[in-house]
């Protein structure tokens, strides 16, 4: 279709897995008849399929109101088609219109994301569209729309606003999009708020006092405290100005990864405290931070939050209490039971419902079902899992097979009592599954954050995992839900910590953690070979596994070096990519440390990365001392890869400490080893390394034709990002030699690209190259504004840049008299304000 303004429309099928479980071998004339009802609509609109994957579309059309007709097309004949099984097939649909870039015959960057998160936003049945997708589209009659407010999007970097398509006749009312960072986008819970009242008054009313910063809710594991937190903070989200975040915590294992958490859910760069502490100092908002029990840091974090920030306020969850002063407690106790109107008594029947309809209390059956939800205490958890089991057994056994469990589970008095009976219940499900089942769940230990059915088949079943899966769904020890990339499953934090037990009381525990260690690994191998040779980087398919990734890491690291290497190694890009420079160093100190002096390529590998972090960060001579040590172990290995690899660090810090003679002949024995070895993206960055010396050196003439072999390199491998990353330095190095039209001709070419990769290192180069064709194009003020922004940029992502001093000096003596030194300065200072991204795209370079 090309490029310029196109609607790109994202859908698939909600709940597609659970579909296939109900309908068996009849689920593939359903997803026939779904996809020739949806490309019919599509071609009736003049779509353009750009990807069809299982259930899913990608779909481009010209203009937004052809996207809009075809997805109501779509779901009217979805809703007029009688499915197999007496099924409701229903398709989630996400529309956005931009100018998104074109490589390849296929769409990317930053407006297809959008797109795709507004469609996984979505709920079957539902079309939400963007802003600028609801002022373009012309809407066909017995189509409104409705103003669903601003949300922020995953890796969206700034709130959406977004719309829903309502179309007469068909279903209208649905949940709150799925979305983060917004006063909706908490949890949808499963359950009723039972019982809660004086609790959820009390919470309110003390979140509602001026002086009251910090309430904490506490209990034991399974009372409901995180239902009661999103209970409390959904009835105050007009209290709150900028939203109410949910914040998970149950996988953080550290302070670094408590901070990088909030981070995430508030979608700040970088994952750094400053960074979080000054974003929230400007607003006025609630956070709710849960499960905190397992972080010994997490009332320091609590503390610094409530120091730096006057206007948030903060919902804890945790079994104990944080000690900070001014912290109000709240403990959760178990809910009521008295009789049949009991709040327990009424959970247990709900859940019991949801698995057999026509469950009701009856005079034979009321007085176990009060003593069972007796003999749970009152626990919600306990009760949920209790409940199910009704599909197989009546009321009076259930009471008898849990009275037996838990005499022999509450024998032990080290435990408190309802933790206890927590655990006796979970036991009870345990022990009813089968041998295989119970392996698989056990095995569902080693994942943090959840896991996809290929992870899962990999790591715990050996199979196809659905069968087991599907019972312990049904006996509900996890939960299955949709992410980005398919169906993922979690365990209950309460669940995990149950499984992990019984894993480790078997001789499977070292086998189970390092089969997950190792496909993390291979994962992390495959992600940075997909990254060397596609559009973008596959940044947010590592970010999904990111606690998969640290919990491998962590693991690896004191049992199985070797592999803690390479994956520390394979995950270079990620924590470069997305910001984690502190995680990144901290890991690749500790697995270094961990491999000692023995070497190894692996070794060699890691102590690179760690160089890389190190010069980010601006420490050069610890820099050197580990580029040296690399360099001198892969010598010691006779591998002339590694020795290549370990010349082309140890050159890029020679560089930085300004030894340019010492930085050029390292950098030229490492571009004559790799000529013959097979490694063309490596060859291209040593390359374009050395081109930056000889320019620094003055031989432009030289340096250009480097440049220019590089990236006929890296335009043979599909490297977007590292087209980028070549094609401005080209433009820069042209600017230099006065040949400003053709420097301003690349940037311009580049700026899209750039912007939509969203990569803060390239962005601030970016700029610094803009800088310097405005300054030769006789606009020092717009030059001023862009230094200023991108200064301000460095030190908030605290990305520190050796060469300020100088750039700044060779920029006022280009300036000369055409701008005062106080104008520049004036200039410098709006720019502070102003960010990067928003001047690149207002400038005519």
């Excluded at 099928?13 to 068996?24: F, K």
């Excluded at 929230?280 to 931070?289: D, G, H, M, T, Y």
């Excluded at 019984?502 to 690994?521: F, N, P, V």
Aim: proline share 5%; aromatic share 4%; hydrophobic share 45%.
């Amino acid at each position: 279709m090309g490029g310029g303004t196109v609607a790109m429309l994202f859908s698939d099928i909600e709940g597609s897995t659970m579909l296939l479980r109900r309908l068996g071998d009849l689920y593939l004339d359903a997803l026939e008849g779904h996809r020739r009802i949806l490309r019919a609509a599509w071609t009736a609109y003049g779509g353009t399929e750009m990807g069809t994957e299982g259930d899913s579309f990608f779909v481009v059309f010209r203009a937004a109101g052809d996207a809009v007709r075809a997805a109501v097309e779509g779901q009217r004949r979805l809703a007029d088609h009688r499915w197999p099984g007496g099924e409701q097939l229903r398709v989630r649909i996400g529309i956005h219109t931009g100018t998104p870039g074109v490589y390849a015959g296929d769409y990317w960057g930053m407006d297809v994301h959008l797109a795709a998160r507004i469609g996984a936003a979505a709920h079957g049945g539902q079309i939400i569209m963007s802003a600028v997708t609801s002022r373009l589209a012309e809407l066909p009659d017995g189509v409104t729309v409705r103003d669903l407010g601003t949300h922020h999007l995953k890796d969206i970097p700034e709130p959406e606003h977004l719309f829903q398509v309502v179309i007469e006749g068909l279903p209208s009312d649905f949940p709150p999009p799925r979305t983060l960072g917004t006063a909706t986008s908490l949890p949808a819970p499963s359950t009723p708020l039972l019982g809660r009242g004086p609790d959820l008054d009390r919470i309110t009313g003390l979140l509602t006092q001026p002086d009251v910063r910090l309430v904490t809710l506490t209990g034991p594991g399974g009372s409901g405290k995180t239902r009661l937190a999103i209970g409390a903070a959904s009835a105050l989200t007009e209290k709150f100005p900028n939203g109410v975040y949910f914040v998970p915590l149950a996988t953080a294992t550290s302070e670094n990864v408590l901070w990088t958490t909030i981070a995430e859910v508030l979608d700040i760069p970088p994952r750094e405290r400053g960074r979080v502490v000054a974003y929230l100092a400007q607003r006025s908002l609630l956070l709710v931070l849960d499960n905190l029990e397992q972080l010994p840091a997490a009332g320091k974090v609590a503390a610094e939050i409530l120091a730096g920030a006057a206007h948030v306020k903060v919902v804890a969850t945790s079994r104990r209490a944080l000690g900070l002063l001014g912290e109000h407690q709240h403990p959760v106790a178990p809910l009521p039971v008295t009789d049949a109107d009991s709040a327990a008594v009424q959970l247990f029947v709900q859940r019991a419902q949801a698995v057999q309809p026509a469950f009701t209390l009856t005079a034979a059956n009321t007085a176990d079902v009060v003593a069972i939800c007796r003999r749970l205490d009152g626990l919600p958890l306990a009760i949920e899992l209790c409940a199910p089991r009704v599909r197989l057994l009546g009321v009076a056994e259930l009471l008898a097979r849990l009275d037996r469990s838990l005499d022999v589970a509450s024998a032990s008095g080290a435990t408190p009592e309802r933790q206890r009976t927590l655990r006796a219940t979970i036991d009870w499900s345990y022990e009813l599954l089968s041998a295989e089942d119970r392996r698989t769940f056990r095995r569902l230990a080693v994942f943090s954050g959840g896991a996809d059915l290929t992870a899962v088949e990999k790591v715990a079943t050996g199979t196809d995992p659905l069968d087991a899966l599907a019972e312990l769904s049904d006996a509900n020890l996890l939960t299955l839900t949709e992410g980005p990339e398919g169906p993922r499953v979690r365990l209950l934090e309460t669940t995990r910590q149950y499984a992990a037990d019984e894993l480790h009381a078997t001789d499977e525990a070292t086998t189970a953690y390092g089969s997950h260690a190792t496909y993390y690994a291979d994962l992390a191998d495959r992600l940075e070979e997909i990254k060397k040779s596609t559009a973008e980087a596959p940044l947010a398919q590592a970010e999904v596994d990111l606690d998969n990734f640290r919990a491998a890491l962590t693991w690896a690291t004191a049992n199985d070096v070797q592999t803690g290497l390479r994956l520390c190694s394979a995950l270079g890009w990620v924590w470069i990519v997305g910001g984690y420079h502190a995680e990144s160093r901290r890991s690749h100190e500790d697995v270094i440390a961990a491999a000692g002096t023995t070497s190894s390529p692996e070794l060699a590998a890691c102590l690179r990365g760690l160089c890389n972090l190190l010069l980010i960060q601006g420490d050069t001579e610890q820099a050197l001392e580990v580029a040296t040590r690399s360099l001198d172990m892969a010598r010691r290995l006779e591998d002339p890869a590694a020795v290549a690899f370990g010349m082309t660090v140890l050159g890029t810090v020679q560089r930085q400490q300004g030894d340019l003679d010492a930085a050029r002949a390292t950098l030229a024995a490492a571009v004559e080893q790799l000529r013959g070895l097979d490694d063309p993206w490596r060859l291209s960055r040593v390359i374009s390394h050395l081109a930056g010396v000889e320019e620094a050196l003055g031989n432009l003439e030289h340096a250009e034709v480097l440049l220019r072999e590089s990236l006929t390199i890296i335009e043979s491998l599909g490297d977007a990002y590292e087209l980028a990353v070549q094609g401005q330095n080209l433009a820069f190095l042209l600017a230099l030699a006065n040949r400003v039209d053709e420097a301003s001709a690349i940037a311009r070419d580049l700026t899209p690209t750039v912007l939509a990769l969203g990569s803060p290192s390239l962005t601030m180069a970016f700029s610094n190259t803009a800088m310097n064709i405005l300054l030769r194009r006789g606009d020092p003020a717009g030059a001023a504004e862009l230094f200023g922004a991108e200064e301000a940029m460095g030190e908030r992502l605290e990305i520190p840049n050796p060469y300020r001093d100088e750039e700044l000096a060779e920029a006022l003596e280009l300036v000369g008299d055409a701008l005062s030194r106080d104008d520049w300065d004036r200039h410098r200072q709006v720019g502070r304000t102003e960010r990067v991204e928003d001047l690149l795209q207002q400038m005519a370079l």
